[in-house]
């Protein structure tokens, strides 16, 4: 028997190192990333609350977020690729184009 | 007992990647113990009985996705990121902040969730419901998905191409 919470706090966790590594890391890949993690965090609560309420849905939707984060990775990697043709740096300060 | 010991460790190994991706400045080891944090976090949906979710998540996020997360790591050639200097009233303020807030919550989360406490093993999270439920259901939000895989496909091609390549695709097409 272990409580709901013991697994929310551990989502808990996860999201918040990864809402730390989004704002503290410098490199967009790590960026990236911290932002996979953040998914992660979610998805567990999602798996707790539906062994909770004893509703299979919650694991659908966990499956529908990992498609989306999948479908994510590849645009978003994509991006990565084409910023550092056009900049030549991974360095998120030095993207500042669109800053006035 | 067991199972509290084993949920103990998987999230202590869960919560030290999740750190040591923080830590290090290498992209290519953020990206190795993201690996242990996705593998770890694969064993706590076993825990919860999610046999399912935890094969998808080692198959997708472990394997396919981490292994492109390495491969542009690698295409790139990503070296140590560079130290710049933060705010110092993000820093006074920013680091009690965190810490009380994270104790709110848990305090809050632990006192006030009430005592009842997740079986183990008493969800049937085997594939066969999940299958049932997911092309009955969730029959259309399931098909929605594959146009969203089919467009994040071609943008990825479309953007990683080279200019060059888009050019004269372009004046061929």
Known sequence: MIPLSYYLVLGGILFACGVAGFLIKRNIIT?????????????????AFAAHWHALSGQVFVFFVMVVAAAEAAVGLAIIIAVYRTRETLNVDQVNLLKL | MLHLILFTGFGLVCVAGAVNLLVQRHPINSALSLVVVMGALAAE?????????AAVQVIVYAGAVMVLFVFVIMLLNAGEEERTQGSRVALLLGVPGLVVGSLLIAWVLIHRSGTEAVR?????????????????????????T????????????????????VQQGKKEG
């Open chain 2, 45 to 53: 949906y076993l825990l919860l009985g999610a046999e399912f979710v």
């Open chain 2, 146 to 165: 594959s146009i969203l895989v089919l467009i994040a496909i071609m943008g990825a091609v479309v953007l990683a191409a080279k200019p060059s390549q």
């Open chain 2, 120 to 144: 183990v093993g008493a969800l049937p999270g085997y594939p066969k419901a999940i299958a049932q439920l997911l092309f009955h259901d969730f029959l259309l939000p399931f098909e929605v």
């Open chain 1, 31 to 47: 960026i990236f990333m911290s932002i996979e993690l953040m998914l992660n965090g979610v998805n567990l609560s999602f798996v």
